[in-house]
């Protein structure tokens, strides 16, 4: 069977049908239109939380987290009072190119995420997000680095997220078209020279563009500051990405299907949820000192004494400058970029049941006797101290629009289920979908996004996108939303290779045609467990570069 036989996948982290189709409509993405016009597309339901990490990785595996064990950038060390970066040895699961490589197949991998250190593939890698900055050995095998910077030129790793720390989105923007047409001609390069059957590559700089540029393009997000010659970015960025589709569809045969798809969408951030202020008030978490003014909490939130503080800007001759700060300050907390590491010193956990170890998990945990380091909370309050949070998180009304700001709280059972569980955080905040969750403290516990240059104004949207295009695909058809654990399970079918028993998600057959349906039919198969990935043991060096990484683009 020939059709099909190879499959290339373009992930675009963060693409939204939202934007795409008024923007097809407007005839301004002509790729975009061709696809759509060609194949078949669905809304793609994401992960909880709808964040990068577990979102690629259930798009790989065709797993929810509770079978691969990904739920964030991070995971909580120290019995609750730390975290550390998660890397390939976190994995409890095959992803494609293992499954791919296991049938004979070829796999060559492009910038996902928890790819490095890179795996020993038959293929090739090039590692992605969550890449020390500054390390060298970031492709396998070591030579494909040396021949991209030969061949592609001003080959660079990634975006400079310095930038973005002191609020410059010019120098951010530039950077990021730069590095997004370096990375397209590293695809096509690959494409073109290395032998594959599955090709998966990632772009993940739209989903940063999409962040820290949406306020400037939208008239209705309250940051909004009048027309500018930056409201285009957006759009001018899936031009780029647009060529960039034109350019890999064009290198394509008849025998090589296409799938351009996202890890989850993306809409307006209108207010930052900073979840610790919230645990605070309503005494879920005690902080040593007790109360404080907005000042010291915004001030604790980063890590500082107030009074050293004014002490410090005294002995400078500044100590006018507290009087006139803090309204600023007030505005600028979210931005301070108050790590969950810079706030534990400051938690009293005698007093503490519940905390939020990592925003952009969007989990909270109890402070359970026995497990965490400090814990208070004895197992047989654990559920009703779960329910009590639930309950006060669902009636947050958020005072200004009168809104509720969370949609829902599950239970990690709820929405989880597989052996690894129990790393789940214990509560999923599910916020609506201007509000997003914010790992700071400062002076109110909902504070309004992009009062500041840098700070993010656009969010994750559950629904991503799937776009299938190849021999066998049916054409300009819209389908019911898929999830994204259908995405490994359809592409192995397309891969003409059996589906495991052991997935989530189902091959996307409204997608297929009822002919090329009947020519091949879903096969399964149950490969034996992964060998477990031998632990990397990072440097605290690698570790602090992935943080500061993660830190430069907002994910604390
Ligand atoms: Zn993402």
């Not at 939130?301 to 006139?324: K, S």
């Amino acid at each position: 069977m020939a059709s099909n036989a190879r499959m290339v996948v373009v992930g675009l982290d963060g693409a939204t049908f939202q934007l795409i189709k008024p923007w097809v409509e407007a005839g301004q993405l002509p790729t975009f239109a061709r696809l759509l016009a060609q194949g078949a597309h669905a809304d793609l339901r994401s992960t909880l939380p709808a964040l990068t990490p577990p979102a690629w990785t259930s798009a790989a595996t065709g797993k929810n987290p509770g079978k691969h064990n990904i739920y964030n950038f991070y995971k909580v060390s120290d019995g609750g009072t730390g975290k550390l970066p998660l890397t390939p040895a976190d994995l409890r699961s095959r992803r494609l190119w293992n499954i791919a490589n296991a049938y004979g197949k070829r796999a060559g991998v492009v910038h996902l995420p928890l790819t490095y250190p890179c795996e020993r593939l038959d293929g090739f890698v090039v590692s992605g997000i969550m890449t020390p900055k500054g390390v060298e050995d970031y492709t396998f095998p070591l030579e494909l680095r040396d021949e991209l910077r030969a061949h592609v030129d001003g080959y660079r790793f990634d975006v400079d997220a310095d930038a973005l720390k002191i609020g410059d989105l010019r120098a951010f923007a530039a950077d990021a078209f730069e590095l997004q047409r370096i990375q397209t001609a590293e695809t096509l390069y690959l494409l073109e020279h290395k032998e594959w059957d599955l090709l998966w590559v990632m772009f993940h700089t739209l989903d940063k563009v999409q962040h820290f540029f949406w306020h400037l393009m939208d008239p209705a997000h309250p940051a909004y500051p009048g027309a500018s010659d930056l409201g285009d970015t957006i759009l001018r960025f899936h031009q780029l990405l647009d060529q960039t589709l034109a350019d890999i569809l064009a290198r394509l045969d008849d025998d090589t299907g296409l799938l351009v798809m996202s890890d989850h969408g993306s809409c307006p951030l209108e207010s930052y949820f900073l979840v610790m202020n919230w645990l605070e008030d309503t005494g879920f978490l005690r902080m040593k000192g007790g109360s404080r003014s907005p000042l010291q909490r915004a001030l604790g939130g980063m890590g500082l004494e107030a009074r050293g503080v004014v002490q410090t800007l005294r002995r400078a001759g500044l100590g006018w400058v507290p009087r006139l700060v803090p309204s600023r300050l007030k505005a600028q907390v979210p931005l301070a970029r108050a790590s969950f590491a810079r706030i534990a010193p400051h938690i009293d956990w005698a007093g503490t049941r519940v905390y939020c170890p990592s925003a952009p998990g969007s989990g909270l945990r109890v402070n359970l006797r026995g497990r965490e380091v400090q814990g208070t909370v004895a197992p047989e309050e654990y559920d009703r101290v779960c329910e009590e949070v639930r309950i006060r998180l669902l009636a947050i009304v958020d005072p200004k629009t009168g809104g509720r700001v969370v949609r829902a709280v599950h239970r990690r059972e709820e929405i989880y289920a597989g052996p690894h569980v129990d790393n789940a955080p214990d509560l999923l905040v599910e916020t609506a979908d201007p509000y997003c969750l914010i790992e700071g403290m400062g002076p109110a516990a909902i504070v309004q996004a992009g009062q500041n240059d840098g700070e993010r104004t656009g969010n994750h949207l559950r629904e991503g996108i799937f776009l299938l295009a190849g021999a066998g695909v049916r054409r300009g058809v819209a389908l019911p939303t898929l999830d994204i654990c259908d995405v490994a399970p359809t592409l192995l079918h397309l891969l003409d290779l059996p589906v495991q028993e052991d997935m989530d998600g189902a091959v996307a057959q409204a997608a297929l045609t009822p002919r090329f349906l009947a020519s091949r039919p879903v096969r399964t198969d149950q490969l034996p467990p992964p060998p477990q990935i031998a632990a990397v043991e990072m440097s605290d060096h690698d570790r602090q570069a992935i943080e500061g990484m993660l830190e430069g683009l907002g994910y604390l």
